[in-house]
């Protein structure tokens, strides 16, 4: 079942802008109020004029640098959050890729162990047969006789 995503845009993305926004504004409000005491001060009504000729262009910018701020914050959240899912079901396909290794591992062993001693069992009864072609006594136990327990 997969798990329902929140909304791009948070309650906490927009508190960060509203923020961004303010701390922006006053360091715009002070900067003009700077500049003006620098250049000669010309009273706050100059200065207020100033602040509302140029408020178009500070919007613009500061909403600019919003946009992208908040847009970058929002795409590393998403690339964590994949990240994390990627990483639980890559370790989910580890582990059973080894369950099923082990599984194969170990019918292949058997399938390994059936074939040695089928062919132990062969080697022996090709000796025994020599030997009773010779005529000469055979007294070999046979393999599974002979510490060798294959089933």
């Known amino acids: 079942m997969e798990k329902k995503r929140g909304s791009l845009f948070t309650i906490r993305d927009a508190e960060s802008a509203i923020i961004?926004?303010?701390?922006?504004g006053l360091l715009y409000i002070i900067g003009v109020c700077l500049y003006e005491l620098i250049?000669?001060?010309?009273?706050?009504?100059?200065?207020?004029?100033?602040?509302?000729?140029?408020s178009p262009t500070f919007?613009?910018?500061?909403?600019?640098?919003i946009i992208f701020k908040e847009g970058g914050d929002i795409m590393l959240r998403r690339f964590n959050e994949w990240r994390a899912e990627h990483a639980q079901s890559l370790e989910k396909a580890k582990e059973q890729g080894i369950?099923?290794?082990?599984?194969?591992?170990?019918?292949?062993?058997?399938?390994?162990?059936r074939a040695e001693a089928y062919q132990a069992i062969a080697a022996w009864n090709k000796r025994r047969l020599a030997a009773e072609a010779k005529g000469t006594p055979f007294?070999?136990?046979?393999?599974?006789?002979?510490?060798?327990?294959?089933?």
């Open 139 to 151: 007294n070999e136990p046979p393999p599974s006789q002979n510490g060798h327990q294959h089933k």
């Open 20 to 24: 961004t926004y303010t701390v922006l």
């Open 39 to 54: 250049t000669g001060w010309n009273g706050i009504l100059q200065t207020l004029r100033k602040l509302d000729a140029m």
């Open 99 to 113: 369950e099923q290794g082990i599984e194969q591992g170990i019918e292949q062993g058997i399938e390994k162990g």
């Open 59 to 65: 919007n613009r910018t500061a909403i600019a640098f």
